[in-house]
């Protein structure tokens, strides 16, 4: 196991971005403005990609000599789209699907196919097909247009999820799927989303954090659980994952020393094992969250923002160079402001930048690199504004993994998101989508420079329901049984005849019937939504006809006698010269005198009897 981060002492800075919308995550200090990349914070192994690299203590300046106070723009390039930040090293996409890496590079990480480091932005292979990027500690995980997932970098415990635990110093791809929507590379553990809404994690398990009931390493994706409405998910903190459902709940799983699970309290999975699976986390309505080594951050859809854990900026009197502590564990609200739009949280040491509905960009805790961008090495304690600009995009930041977004108003291609099927969309715009097979409900996202984010998903499993007439042919006078079931329903209502009683799945006799008739069962979903089905009760109505052709003749001569029978269970023929017990015939017999002939027909109900009389007329010469 890898040492804790309290024994390392790592840096970390700033990644915004500059324009009118966007979304970024780094960890060593980035801006971004109108599509160009800024930097600044320490840049001892050319993590800023200013094309320089140096280290050690300046007298004359008072700080290090690798520390960049203040935004300072990497190269001239106007169309970078997201950026992730690792140990020292960043990833980044450009609006033309290329991907490009620089700084620190000793385990791979850059996926440039060697250990050397990188100075400037190098680009990584030739494909232009690239969508997102994710940088753990030393190890990266990528999507691209088509869906598909890619991994490089350490692999010392399976966190690349390729099956084993052997380092790439290229982009592998990991498995065969291409309908993956999002990832998140953290300390030594990985964790995505796919299309479908199904939450997956892989790699170092040592406090639970994969979420599967234990601490074992997982080297290859593993689902968590089965529910299909996950939306975003963290796994950057040190042992720990944090992730959010379509519904606004928020989940969280792993390490818990210093509350950062937000459960309310200290209690550590080993000896309990709670927290080896995901357990909500009060309060509803969050929008998004960002952990560090010990604390957590996250916002509400309402523009607050909360923190627990330890280093906890609303709690944190003191501030040094190591850091701004306090401690809390449960979620506790930053001040009273509700018009934060985005926020990032540094992991260690601890920093935070956010940006406000005004478009203006704030930064507050430890700044002894010069991370915070406020032109010095002072710590702060409260928010501090950056600069004068107003126009600052959305920050996430994080030392050892942060999900980047893009810098340029980039449109949202039509894609599924958790069950919600949307179609191509400008960014800035919001889109109704339409569920998916098997899913009712409404959904709607909005489109921020190619990122969908969610603004509300109802979509939920459709109900089922069958209904079964048994038998579903009588004679007259008979009952049938109707059955009915559902799945994914709240209530099914009935029509026809017969009541359900609200209930989901019975059984009811239709009584006595005499005539066929249509039954209909319709279920109702938790979202509202219905579906039906439908039975028929056929009715069988027995038919008797007996006849004698002609019925009136003289003696000696024949006649023919007709009969049929249908729905009927047996029948019986009987007169002078005739027997038999076909259901329908007909037989010639000689008339001597006045002759009667019968049917008599059992049915389910009462039989059913008819007769026919054939007369003898007197011959001329009897008159």
């Not at 680009?123 to 088509?146: C, E, H, M, P, Y």
């Not at 939450?199 to 234990?214: I, K, T, Y």
Request: hydrophobic share 35%; glycine share 14%.
């Amino acid at each position: 196991m890898k040492l804790n981060h309290f024994f390392n002492l790592k840096v970390i800075a700033i990644v915004a971005l500059f324009l009118f919308i966007g979304i970024f995550p780094a960890r060593q200090a980035h801006a971004v403005a109108n599509g160009t990349l800024w930097g600044w914070g320490m840049n001892a192994f050319g993590n800023l990609g200013l094309g320089w690299a140096s280290y050690g203590y300046d007298n004359v300046l008072g700080f290090s000599r690798d520390f960049v106070l203040s935004p300072t723009q990497v190269e001239t390039a106007t169309n970078w789209v997201s950026l992730s930040a690792g140990n020292y090293f960043v990833m980044a996409v450009k609006a033309d699907g290329t991907l490009w890496g620089w700084g620190a590079n000793y385990l791979g990480n850059l996926g440039l196919g060697d250990t050397v480091n990188r100075l400037s932005p190098t680009q990584v292979g030739t494909a232009t097909n690239w969508r997102s990027v994710s940088s753990g500690d030393n190890f990266v995980l990528a999507i691209k247009t088509d869906g598909t997932l890619w991994a490089w970098g350490d692999n010392g415990v399976g966190q690349l999820g390729l099956g084993d635990t052997t380092n790439r110093w290229s982009p592998t791809q990991v498995g065969t799927g291409t309908n993956w929507a999002s990832v998140s590379a953290g300390y030594s553990n990985t964790a995505a989303i796919k299309t479908d809404g199904t939450l997956w994690v892989w790699g170092d398990n040592v406090f639970g954090e994969l979420g599967q009931g234990d601490t074992i390493s997982r080297y290859y994706p593993t689902q968590v659980g089965i529910a299909t409405n996950w939306a975003s998910v963290s796994a950057m903190g040190q042992f720990t994952t944090i992730a959010i459902k379509t519904d606004g709940t928020l989940w969280s799983a792993g390490w818990n020393q210093w509350g950062q699970l937000g459960l309310g309290d200290t209690t550590a999975g080993p000896g309990t094992g709670r927290n080896w699976s995901l357990n909500q986390v009060p309060g509803t309505n969050w929008l998004n969250a960002s952990l560090g080594d010990t604390y957590t951050m996250a916002m509400k859809n309402d523009g607050t923002l909360w923190v627990w854990g330890r280093v906890s900026i609303p709690f944190a009197v003191n501030c040094d160079v190591t850091g701004c502590y306090g401690e809390t564990t449960s979620p506790t609200q930053v001040g009273v402001d509700t018009n934060w739009r985005s926020f990032a949280a540094y992991p260690y040491p601890t920093g935070v930048a956010a940006i406000k509905t005004d478009g203006t960009l704030w930064a507050w805790g430890s700044n002894w690199s010069g991370n915070l961008g406020l032109g010095d090495t002072i710590s702060r304690n409260s928010p501090v504004q950056v600069g004068t600009g107003t126009n600052w995009g959305n920050v996430t930041v994080g030392i050892y993994g942060t999900m980047a977004n893009t810098i340029l108003p980039v449109s949202c291609a039509a894609s599924t998101v958790s069950n919600c099927n949307l179609p191509l969309t400008t960014s800035g715009s919001s889109a109704g989508g339409s569920c998916g097979s098997g899913y009712a409900g409404s959904c709607n996202y909005l489109c921020t420079n190619g990122v969908w984010s969610l603004n509300s998903n109802s979509c939920t499993l459709s109900p089922t329901a069958t209904l079964d007439a048994l038998p579903s042919t009588i004679d007259s006078g008979q009952s049938s049984v109707l059955a009915w079931n559902s799945t994914n329903a709240t209530s099914c209502t009935a029509s026809g005849g017969f009541s359900t009683g609200g209930a989901t799945s019975g059984s009811a006799s239709t009584g006595a019937l005499t005539s066929p008739q249509n039954y209909q069962v319709l279920c109702t979903g938790p979202g509202g939504s219905v579906n039906s089905n439908t039975a028929a009760v056929t009715v069988q109505v027995p038919t008797v006809t007996l006849g004698a052709n002609p019925k009136r003749l003289q003696a000696g001569t024949n006649t023919q006698i007709a009969w049929s029978a249908s729905q009927v269970r047996s029948c019986t023929v009987l007169g002078p010269g005739l027997s038999s017990t076909n259901l329908s015939g007909s037989q010639a017999v000689t008339i001597a005198s006045q002759s009667t002939y019968v049917i008599l027909c059992q049915t389910n109900g009462l039989p059913i009897t008819k007769a026919v009389i054939v007369n003898v007329v007197p011959k001329f010469s009897e008159f």
